[in-house]
């Protein structure tokens, strides 16, 4: 049986108060031929002195550089990495004990990365009774460049779901550091899709924390964060056009009701948004646009109710008066405003619950309150906030 070396690259921007959890996951893997490297990406707290207790015990490779953002960061890592296989590892995330070894069960040398379910937890790990992807979304292996030039998605989860081939990054990198100083994650995730077949673990091996300062999760709505939404998913489309270029490819790319749901609450709030990223600000046009992806778009939630729903979500807002709309637009932007009673409807009961009602969310409950305690009492049950 082969053993690659696995590359852990963690990056770390001023998580100095999560960074020991991080470390502790990588260097305490079941997976034995590992080599940890930590990329300090200029950050002011303590973080540097936290990465150099771990270096004088040899068990980090650490990689100290001027603020450049996380493109940077993930150059500078795989610069120094050796792994045939790499993980990137955001610093507030955690990697459950066996992450690695189970990725290596699904990894074949020919894959462009083997991606799994991250379950969300708060800043305590707590858990949130969550995954990401959702659970409505299926976790697919193999070519999926066509859904990719369709919708310019794929379920997929972040930086610290995912082992890279070494080949495939090799291919890609270094990255544009200026275009991708944060969202780096996204360039990897399109491409692994549009340059190779990619294979999927349906479990949890990962911990994705929220704790209020992450720079994508947005329950409340918050205008910035929908800004910076905004112009990544422009970038991510931009990324799909040029990829179809290279191939030759000649069918039409689409967009996400998501991506699609988000201009259109930008056209009829906020239109200067919009013009400043020279996209067309045509509500009608972009309400049908909105209505035809609900209706073919293969990963939304609550079948085909929940297709009509968001169908009847684009039409209402587009013609009705705003003042009629505008706790519509709230659930649709911002997800925690949402009524118990849409998300019973759409099937979602608000995530992964104790009272799911799938067999499937209720084993992955339990999977990840096994694997949780297993965690915990590997790091003694330490819950280092510095």
């Not at 990588?26 to 990406?41: G, K």
């Not at 994508?216 to 112009?231: T, V």
């Not at 990963?299 to 968001?310: C, D, L, N, S």
């Not at 709230?330 to 608000?350: C, D, E, K, T, V």
Request: glycine share 8%.
């Amino acid at each position: 049986m082969r053993t690659p070396l696995v590359s852990i690259v963690v990056n770390n921007y001023n998580y100095g108060r999560f960074l020991h959890d991080a470390i502790e996951s990588a260097i305490n893997q079941t997976y034995s031929n590992v080599e940890v490297i930590v990329v300090d990406d200029g950050s002011t707290d303590d973080s540097r002195e936290i990465i150099s207790q771990y270096a004088e015990k040899g068990q980090v490779v650490p990689v100290f550089k001027e603020n450049g953002g996380q493109a940077s960061a993930f150059n500078a890592g795989f610069k120094v990495s050796r792994g045939e296989v790499i993980i990137f590892l955001d610093a507030d995330d955690i990697l459950l004990p066996h992450c690695v070894a189970k990725a290596l069960e699904a990894w074949t040398p020919s894959c462009t990365k083997v991606q799994w379910r991250m379950a969300l937890v708060d800043q305590e790990k707590k858990l949130l009774g969550r995954v990401w992807p959702p659970l409505y979304q299926p976790m697919l292996s193999g070519n999926l460049q066509d859904l990719v030039f369709r919708w310019c998605y794929y379920p997929t989860p972040p930086t610290s779901g995912n082992a890279f081939s070494r080949w495939f990054l090799e291919s890609v990198l270094p990255m544009p550091e200026a275009e991708w100083r944060i969202d780096a994650d996204s360039y990897l995730l399109i491409l692994a899709a549009t340059r190779g077949e990619i294979q999927s673990i349906d479990s949890i091996l990962s911990l994705y924390r929220v704790h209020g300062t992450n720079l994508w999760f947005n329950e409340k709505g918050d205008q910035k964060k929908l800004e910076r939404i905004l112009k990544t998913d422009l970038k991510k489309e931009e990324l799909v056009r040029a990829e179809g270029k290279r191939i030759g490819y000649s069918g039409r790319i689409g967009a996400s009701p998501a991506v699609l749901k988000l201009r259109l609450f930008f056209c009829l709030q906020a239109p200067n948004k919009i013009e400043k990223l020279e996209l067309t600000c045509n509500k009608i046009h972009l309400a049908l646009n909105g209505v035809l992806a609900s209706i073919f778009y293969p990963f939304g939630p609550g079948g085909w109710f929940g297709r009509a729903v968001q169908a009847l979500w684009f039409v209402s807002v587009s013609i009705l008066p705003s003042r009629w709309t505008k706790r519509w637009m709230q659930w649709a932007i911002a997800p925690i405003h949402r009524p118990s009673w849409l998300l019973r409807l759409l099937g979602l009961g608000g995530g992964v619950s104790v009272d799911a009602p799938t067999a499937k969310a209720r084993g992955i409950l339990g999977l990840i309150t096994r694997l949780k305690g297993k965690y915990s009492r590997q790091s003694g049950g330490r819950n280092v906030q510095k």
